[in-house]
């Protein structure tokens, strides 16, 4: 049961017609402002990522805006604690309408771990109405995304036809292996995606590719390790050296047979260490 009741003007001018006829307004951009009723700070992490660069929501009019008077959506995280019961209340009633409200993370969507904890009342739904949910513990920004992008409407805007009906089976991560063993690469990518993310791991693994070509021959353990030892000593960045040592230490020697003296010393070669 709900503790608070909805004023009679903000429930008229929120129908489903009212927000239907905002969902055209709003499709080719919308602000949103977003409310922590009570997080974590796990689904405010993922937002503010969400938001980069990398992902760069704004090419779906997606826009996050500081002030809920000038906002379309209403993005709440966390469950409603009883702090936070009135600031919710505020937000929605200054937010114009007609609005849409979206609940975000598995506290947002039910009160997830808290739901019964004497702090918390309850899910966001419970206190105000909600038109969509985008649920995770926290969801990946690909999934805030997304969510807020079907939810709209957005991306169906955004689609184009495409055919894959020449397509055969999935391409290989590379045409030819420098060992003439794919998995090799295969394993070098995802330990440097571990070492350095998704973006710099693939600079990485990129740059140690290349050191190990210019030894000349790929499965030659000690003339590899001279190419990917000067090709760290050149690095500007240590952070690239020394994982360029890591991949060819951990990756490189379980391909190649190699003794110990072909592994590369780490801290003598960044750092100069004796």
């Not at 379309?72 to 849409?100: F, H, N, S, W």
């Not at 993370?105 to 771990?113: K, P």
């Not at 995304?145 to 939810?151: E, K």
């Not at 955004?158 to 394993?187: A, C, I, Q, W, Y």
Request: proline fraction near 6%; glycine fraction near 6%.
């Amino acid at each position: 049961m709900k503790t608070y009741e909805i004023p009679n003007e903000i429930e008229l001018a929120n129908t489903l017609e009212q927000k239907l006829e905002l969902l055209k307004q709003i499709g080719r951009s919308f602000s949103v402002f977003r409310i922590d009723c009570g997080s974590c700070n796990g689904c405010e992490i993922e937002i503010f990522a969400a938001i980069t660069p990398l992902w760069d929501p704004e090419r779906f009019g997606f826009k996050l805006v500081a002030n809920p008077r000038h906002a379309d959506i209403l993005l709440c995280t966390g469950p409603v604690t009883r702090q936070m019961y009135y600031p919710l209340l505020r937000a929605y009633e200054a937010t114009p309408d007609p609005k849409i409200v979206v609940a975000l993370g598995a506290c947002g969507v039910t009160g997830g771990i808290f739901y019964d904890a004497y702090s918390v009342l309850s899910g966001i739904d419970k206190i105000i109405p909600v038109d969509a949910y985008i649920p995770g513990c926290p969801p990946h920004p690909a999934s805030i995304i997304y969510g807020l992008t079907t939810a709209l409407g957005v991306l169906e805007q955004k689609l184009h036809k495409v055919s894959f009906d020449h397509d055969g089976d999935m391409p290989p991560l590379v045409e030819d292996s420098v060992l003439g063993n794919t998995l090799f690469e295969r394993d070098l990518l995802v330990q440097a995606k571990r070492l350095m993310s998704y973006v710099f791991g693939r600079k990485l693994f990129d740059k140690y590719i290349k050191a190990l070509v210019q030894s000349g021959n790929t499965k030659d353990a000690k003339a590899t390790k001279i190419s990917v030892t000067e090709a760290m000593q050149v690095e500007d960045d240590p952070r690239y050296a020394e994982c360029m040592g890591i991949l060819h230490n951990e990756i490189y020697t379980q391909y190649v047979l190699c003794e110990e003296e072909d592994k590369i010393d780490l801290h003598r070669v960044i750092w100069g260490a004796k």
